[in-house]
């Protein structure tokens, strides 16, 4: 938020604008620090693999609402890029699974 403050005041965006432009940045700093704090209380409560399933979901709510909300193009380099993170985080989560459960499960899995 700060970075952005000084940024706008060296390139004199601020000027062009009334209290809308600084209003909307903090309202962006101070809303992204209340969402990471409650991140990182959901990772230090809650169970990791469901939280992290949860945080890649936000890419993908990301997309679709700069579909409906921005105009954005759907575009294959977009697709690819979605399918290529929920590709690289199922063996992750598989082998995260695996290394949670316990060791009774695990010999029953491997018996059958």
């Given amino acids: 938020m700060a970075a952005g403050a000084l940024t706008m005041l060296w390139t004199g965006a601020s000027a062009h604008r009334t209290l809308e432009g600084p209003a909307l940045l ?27 399933s949860l945080q890649y979901l936000g890419i993908a709510f990301a997309f679709v609402y700069g579909v409906l909300l921005f105009d954005e193009r759907i575009t294959w380099m977009a697709i690819a890029g979605m399918a290529l993170i929920v590709a690289a985080g199922r063996p992750a989560a598989s082998l995260l699974r695996s290394r949670a459960a316990p060791a009774d499960a695990r010999q029953s899995t491997l018996e059958s």
Avoid: D, E, I, P
């Avoid at 309202?27 to 992290?52: D, E, W």
């Fill in 26 to 52: 903090l309202a962006v700093g101070l809303l992204a620090s209340v969402a990471q704090l409650l991140m990182t209380r959901a990772y230090g409560t809650g169970r990791t693999l469901v939280n992290a």
